[in-house]
Every structure is written in structure tokens, then in C-alpha cells.
């Protein structure tokens, strides 16, 4: 059998070149890492004890799949302290992780046909969903924003692709990979074409509590019928390979995603669900710790770039610097990365997946030694450079 | 926004009827239940002291999108030795469980706008998946050649519908609900019209380890290239709410359902997968004590219900008795299933979304007194009713 007798918008996908990249240059045992987008912290303990506990109360069998009661009732309270978010546990599903929870919602909300707006530089995964639903992805460049969506991008980029349905656009924020986030007033603003075009909002809060100095806000606060939103213990509880994630969304809307929920995977491992309830029950500070390192990180790493003549626009969430590579270099972001990787030793993403071949991305979920590494290679390039130039 | 603006697929599909049912009759404390497709056996020790290492040893990081590569190796080993699968390891995708095995291969193989050919009585998913991919599915009614599919059926069905490319064909074996076991001349008559017909193989194997006295056969000695086996530890291991399955296939094919899988999920819990390690590598004989049990418990139903002049297809494998309700009562699945429930508070599954409103299904995953509960429910069932004929 041939691969042509397969689905062409599975042929047309191409694999996370991310993961693929973080995959080659992991074949370097001495590679310094600033390239996933997973905290180098560990799992808290006492959600790493509730864990064990569940293990060994045999909770092994089939949680209903929206999942367990206790925990969508967790998060709906502990999101509603957070972020102001309003949802019942009736509201919110239990999800493999926030992947999970795009795909099918990618799925229940769009037919094929359909054009989605996505705001770039955008983390690529929700590019690779539209594709495999056979949506068409609209990208929309917000360089010249500072990386924020604006009411005038929305109008134009409809304005300019009449010839399709665009039935919704993701809002990530804090954003991955510049680490913008959005303020009040911004969102705010957005509120009143969004509503007029009749947009599902895909909004993806996944970082919202990594904010450095500003608050998190959801969109859900002035459009809560058409926003679905995408959340989970990825980040705020460094839980990226135990795999939960939450969808929040109104009830007419939510049902549906749950169906393709359930026939996608069934539900989230059942001991991990129990181990979420004990982090949203007792561990709303857990991101505390962490949210004081990457800021100190953060801001190292603004300086030292800054100090190399990096630009990128002021990251304020998320543990990401999306910076420009030096014209000098004259190099795309693939031949630039492979040659930090290969002659230094440091890896960091090339900016083409997210959409701009003259960018980086910088993960600071690395140690400090880590990002000092990244440092000197960089202001070793530059030295190495300029005795070139002469 | 209006549920008409989803996608029109998804609203089509109705959520799963079974679990639908299975969580309708457990608001019932006293309910005593056949219901579910999942063991009453614990997680084998040695495998929750596994996972329990990997939590302390902080395996909380995203693995590999594949699986990570001890599991895929062990994987590779395990089942060659019991079923004398031929994969290596990068022909194996680890997944959450046998459900997003099936998703990601259904994605990955069809198109829509494609049929697919699915032998009832069938596990309602299929279905479901065929619905959500824009997928025709094809029932073919396999109860007069005793829940076996047979060449005859396929090429009928073939010819009945040319109006539709029929791209693959789904085979349950052991099957799910009947617990039919095709024989290795069943499987191997198959083979010429498969072959012609250039069919798509979903092989779901899921209960292979769970058979009576017969071995299992798997389609992919005879058919490697079109074949798809969806298997994993839920059955074999008691591990069902762990969510930990595989799919096996030749390299062209599976490398497009990973990428399936990748933006479905990025990839099942990292301390399962360690601990589904220990699985594959030292619990060879986990299923040997629950098939024990399990066939005990099929021949005391197979006797008790034959003697209540019930009649069902002999069950070789997995843990069912799909059963036809007697004649006399004149009613359909739900409503015998729910009268059960009501009057005897015990749980069967309504025989409906598996294809046959005349049967109901009975797990024997559960314990021997349960077991005598249904046999007293059936009997007194079946005396009122001669009580009432008088």
C-alpha cells in the first residue's frame, strides 16, 4: 500500500520542526538546552505524594470522561481566584495536556473549509491543526504591533480573503514564543470586531501564570459565548509530561468538544487527574517559586541581549526572548541555530516554525548556567564577526 | 454564538451511548455492574512501584512525541515473543491508550468523502470515528456466520456499494462485544479479498492476551503492509484508567499517524510510559492470573445462561457474553437493560450501539458474586414472566 491511499491533509502536515529540531541537536551529549518550552523545575511534591497516593488506592479504572468531579470543580474554582474565570465544573473538561484540548476544539468548531485567523509569530501547532482539519490557517503578522493583535488586523485580513469563512483566530496569551502579554485595554479593544464578525475565540492562557509585573486577562471576561479557553498544569505546576490540561467553555459549546474528547483519547490518566486536584487545592502558590526565577532570568538574559545589539519586543510572560538575529549574521534562523548548536554547544529554536525566519527563540526554563552559556556563544559569534569584518 | 456554527461531523455524532448508559444506572449505590469493558483487577505491584520510581526520579518531561525509546523496544520484544508481531521500535507509536490509537490511524488512513467496512456486532467507537472524519462507515452483519467476518460479506458489501470508495476494513479480534476469536483459517481465508481489494487493515487486538483455551492470530503475518494493530496494556495489564496503548505498522504508515498523534496529544504520560517499561519487560505473566479468573468466571455464565435458555455465539476471548434477550420478553436492548437495572439493580450494556437491539452485552470483568447476581436477576426475570404467562 502506498502512501498516496492516506488522508492528503495528514501527507500535508509536516512534524513539529520544533520538537524535530530539539530532537537533532539532543544527539550532542554536550548540548546546553534553551530550546522546549517545559519549565526545568519539578513536579511539586505534594502533588508528586498525591500521586503516589492514587497509585496505591488502586484509582486505575476509567474516570468518566469529562473527568473526575473533584477535580473539574478544582478548576473551576481555582481558575476563578486566578483569572476571574466563570465556569462551572459542568464548563470544563479534563484534557490530555493543552494539545488535547486544542485539537478538539480545533475539531468541534470548524468544518472543513473554513479559514481560522492566526496572529504571528504563533507557536506552529495551531498552523499543523488547521491543516489536518483541512481549515485554511490565515496567518496574521503582528511585527509591527509589538506582537498584539489589533482590531485593524482583524478587519483587514478578512477584508482580504473574502473568498473564504473565517469562522474564528487564536489568542495566545502570554504569548509563546515573544512572551507579549496582552494588557486590558488591548483586549478590550478587540472585543467589539470580534464580537461583530462573530469569531470563535480560541484563547490559549496556558502561560497565565507566568506574568512578570502585569496581570493575566482573559477575553472570556467580555465575550464569554464565543471563547473557549485552553488551560492546564503544564507550566503554572511544571507538569508537562504528566499531560493535563483543562477546556473551559459555554455549555452549548463545550458539549460538543467533549464528544471529540472522549473519542480522541477517552480521558487523561486517571492518577494524574487525581494528583491536578491536589495542585489546584492546595497548590496555588506552587508557580510562586518559579515565576520569581524566570523573572530573574528574564531579566539577566533582556540585559545581556541587549547589550549584544539583540532587539525583540519586551517580553513580560511566558519564559520566552524572541529575538532578532543580527543582520550581520545574514543567516535564516535554521543555519543560524544548527551553527550556535554545532560550534558552541547551545540550542535555542529557530524563529521560521513561528513564523519569522529572522528570529530565535529563547527558552529561559533553563538553569543559569544554562543561559550564560548561551551569553558568551552569542558574544563570542559577535567577536568572531567583527575580526572577520576587518 | 449558535451550536450551528460547530462543525457539522461532530454535532452528527452522539457520545458514547455505552458510557452514556454505564454512568446513567450509577447514580443507582446499590447498582452491581457488567457494564464496562474494564478489568476488576488492580495494576500489578511491580508496575505501580515502577511508575512510583519515576515519579520520584522526576520523569515529568515531555518524551519523545513517538514513545520513549525503552518502551518502543520493549514494545518491539514483548509482542513478538507473545503474538510474533514483526516490528522494531520506530515502527511503534506509543499512545493514550487504544481509543487515540484508533483516532490517529482512522485520521491518518481516510479521507473524507471515504467508507470504511465495519463488521457488526462492533465496539460503537468505530463508528463514531468514521462519523467525525467525514467517514461513511459500512456495517457489515456478521451474526449469521457467527460474528466472524467472512470474504463473502466483504465482496458483497463491496458490490452493494460502489457509490463510495471503500478505503479500509476494522477487525475486532478477540472481539468486543461477542468475545469471538477468529481461528488462523478464518484469518488466513480472509487474506486473498483483503489483498485484492487493496483494504486499509485496522487490526484492534486489544484483548490478544485475553483468550480461552485458543490462541490469538494476528492479520499482519499475512498482510503487513495494509495492516494497522491498535493494541496496548488496558486488558493485559488491568492498566485502563493508566491510558497507555501502541500502534504498530509498516514505516510509511506510521510515521504519518505520528504526526497525527503528535498535535493530538504531543504523547502519553511520561511515568506510565516508564512504568509500561517494567510491563513489557517483567510482567510477561500478568494476564496469566486474571485469564484464570476470567475463564472460570465465562464458563459459570456460559452454564448458568444456557440453562435460562439464553443463546449467545460461544465467547473464546476477551470478557464478554453477548447475549440475545429471550424472545418472550419483547423488548429492545434499553429497555431490558433498564428494567434490569430498575427492578434488579444489576447493570448489562444495551445491546443497540454495538448493532444488534436484541442483545445485550455482559462483561465479566467483575466479581463472582456480581456474576450470581445478574444469573438471580435473569431467573427471576424469567420466573415472573412464566408466572404472568399462566
Known sequence: MEENQLNPDVLAVTPSALRQFDHEISADPQIVK?????????????????????????????PYYWGIQTLREAASTYYRDKFGYRYSADQIICTVGATEGLSATFKALFHAGDAVLIPTPAYPVYQALAILNHVTPILVDTTETGCVLTPQQVTAAIKSHLEVTIKGVVITDPSNPTGVVYTEQQLADLVPTLRENQ?????????????????????????????????????SHAMTGWRIGFVFGPSNVIGQIAKVH???????????????VEALTNGQNDAAVMRKVYQKRR??????????NMT??????????????????????????????????????????????????ISYASSDENLRALVAALASLNRAKRVAER
Chains 1, 2 share one sequence.
Do not use: C
Not at 34 to 62: C, W
Not at 262 to 276: C, E, G, H, L, R
Not at 300 to 308: H, I, M, R, S
Open 34 to 62: 534553551l530550546t522546549l518550552g517545559e519549565p526545568d523545575f519539578n513536579v511539586p511534591e505534594h502533588i508528586q505524594i498525591a500521586a503516589i497516593r492514587s497509585i496505591k488506592a488502586n484509582q486505575s479504572h476509567y
Open 199 to 235: 469569531l470563535w475565540i480560541i484563547s490559549d492562557e496556558i502561560y497565565g501564570e507566568l506574568t512578570y509585573g502585569v496581570a493575566h486577562y482573559s477575553l472570556s471576561r467580555w465575550l464569554p459565548d464565543p471563547t473557549i479557553i485552553i488551560n492546564g498544569l503544564s507550566k
Open 262 to 276: 472522549q473519542f480522541m483519547v477517552t480521558t487523561p490518566t486517571s492518577i494524574v487527574q487525581y494528583a491536578a
Open 299 to 308: 531579566d539577566y538574559l533582556k540585559k545581556a541581549l541587549t547589550e549584544l
Open 312 to 361: 525583540f519586543v519586551a517580553p513580560m510572560g511566558a519564559f520566552y526572548i524572541f529575538a532578532k538575529i543580527p543582520t550581520a549574521y545574514h543567516q535564516d534562523s535554521f543555519a543560524f541555530a544548527r551553527q550556535l548548536a554545532r560550534d558552541y554547544h547551545v540550542g535555542v529554536m529557530p524563529g521560521t516554525p513561528f513564523g519569522d525566519p529572522t528570529a530565535i527563540r
